[in-house]
């Protein structure tokens, strides 16, 4: 097929109206339409995001100053890590609604949505409640590796803003994870955009006023917050009001299957918050917070269009898990290997051109408030390579339900991630960090990762890995009309 051909085959997914799902080819392309979709609005939201997040840097760098903008990294990064602790209830949902999705049971949908959302109101409690014992007792100055005292009970109040914002998306945070099993994620990237913008207006508003950072905190954390609420609205009350959760709903049942699904995602999730949320503390700790900003910078230039992209693949996830649901097994497959050679293909001119333009970008964005070294964006570049090949096999692992063995060696990785940060952060400073985190992923995940893919494949294709056999397609979710 000629690049033409295959542009304007691209170019015809991307429409509003939902294909014919009566055929595996209709199937098909509603897949690829609704990933169309939500790419191109990733995309869109991610680089307004992205551009509100270089402003809010330059802005807050300039503010704060070099330790308090350092301590707000930290602490953002620390309650970044406690994403594991939704028990893996989140993710556990998005597959299970996928599951549903392929086989067109509502019932069984809103039942889950229901039980999720009672478990994870919970957990939000129980980390306030944590939370509240422990704080009194948390000695900042040697938890943040200070070098001054007077600014500590800012600090204390601003982990306290973090803290409520990071437990009140808990519960509100099952209705992206809906939207994503139903694959309309570009309906998620739309409030995450108000979100965006939201917090940058937020800044402007802190600076403006010239208050503290605990404000600058409560808006840069409390407005996606209001955006999401705004979407569960949208999602309960206008998309798919059948969806709408009732204590009726909420089925002891359910509420075990989605646990017994949730401790491996809980295992999952906690190695790779471990795995790659942890760079910030082991520099903090390791060197001292006023190094944090040296790593952090460089390190969101060179993630920024590898993130882009990430969020293209990830809509693949819950689309693996709805055709494997249906028995479409060779879609998946080739679907899978695609994306790995794309990842790469897409890449490796992002790496090049940043290893280039990378110290003037930098220069140009934060001016000589904080120094760079090229080894630096040396060990960034690998990492981007190597986590362009994990990401599509992790995304696909996950849709696959292959689940087990992905935690047990990404848990794996975790560990070695951590040992070898801090040896190599110790003997090479900064950058030792970044190959670490290279060296665990590759030697710990990429490997086994692709083994086990191709071992998900052939279990599937000779009928040992579906999930159930498909149902006829005159139930399917995906022919439901109600408006978006």
Not at 77 to 97: H, P, R, V, Y
Not at 221 to 226: D, F, L
Not at 244 to 260: C, E, F, Q, T, Y
Not at 322 to 340: I, L, N
């Amino acid at each position: 097929m000629s690049l033409g051909a295959r542009l304007r085959q691209i170019a015809g997914l991307v429409r509003l109206r939902a294909f014919d799902t009566a055929t595996p080819e209709g199937r098909s392309q509603e897949r690829h339409r609704r990933a169309a979709l939500t790419s191109i609005s990733g995309l869109g939201n991610k680089l307004l995001s992205g551009i509100a997040l270089l402003i809010s840097i330059r802005l807050t760098l300039a503010y704060l100053g070099n330790e308090r903008y350092a301590v707000w990294v930290v602490i953002s990064s620390t309650l970044a890590m406690l994403t594991w602790s939704d028990l893996g209830l989140g993710n556990g949902l998005m597959n299970t609604i996928a599951e549903h999705h392929g086989k067109g049971d509502r019932a069984a949908a809103r039942q889950s949505v229901a039980s999720a959302l009672f478990m994870l109101t919970c957990v939000a409690a129980l980390i306030l409640a944590v939370a509240a014992l422990i704080y009194p007792h948390v000695d900042w100055v040697r938890f943040l590796k200070l070098s001054q005292t007077r600014n500590t009970a800012e600090y204390a109040r601003t982990f306290v803003v973090c803290l409520l914002c990071f437990t009140v998306g808990f519960p509100l945070g099952i209705v992206s994870r809906i939207h994503s099993g139903l694959q309309e994620g570009y309906i998620n990237n739309f409030y995450s955009s108000l979100g965006s913008l939201g917090g940058l207006l937020g800044i402007l508003i802190v600076i403006h006023l010239k208050l503290g950072l605990a404000w600058l905190a409560l808006f840069m954390a409390g407005a996606p917050m209001v955006a999401a609420f705004i979407n569960a609205v949208h999602l309960f009350v206008f998309s798919h009001p059948w969806l709408l959760p009732r204590p009726s709903d909420i089925k002891a049942g359910v509420s075990i299957m989605l646990l017994r699904a949730g401790v491996l995602f809980l295992v999952l999730q906690g190695a790779q918050a471990i795995g790659f949320q942890s760079d910030n503390i082991v520099i903090a700790r390791v060197m001292g917070t006023r190094f944090v900003p040296q790593y952090s910078l460089p390190s969101r230039l060179f993630q920024f269009l590898p993130v882009l992209f990430g969020i293209a693949l990830s809509t693949l996830w819950p689309a693996y898990r709805e055709a494997v649901a249906r028995g479409d097994v060779s879609w998946a497959a080739r679907t899978f290997y695609r994306s790995v050679l794309t990842s790469i293909g897409v890449n490796l001119p992002v790496v090049a051109a940043l290893l280039l333009l990378g110290p003037y970008l930098l220069r140009l964005w934060v001016g000589n408030a904080v120094h760079f070294s090229y080894a630096l964006l040396i060990a960034l570049s690998i990492q981007v390579l190597v986590n362009s090949v994990y990401n599509p096999i992790s995304f696909f692992l996950n849709g696959m339900g292959v689940l087990a063995p992905q935690a047990a060696f990404t848990a794996i990785m975790a560990v070695v991630n951590i040992t070898l940060s801090i040896l190599l952060t110790r003997r090479f400073g900064i950058s030792g960090v970044v190959w670490a985190s290279s060296i665990a992923m590759l030697i710990c995940s990429v490997g086994p990762g692709m083994y086990f893919a191709r071992r998900a494949i052939e279990r599937s294709e000779s009928g040992a890995g579906l999930l159930r056999p498909a149902v006829p397609t005159d139930n399917l979710i995906a022919e439901d009309k109600t408006p978006v």
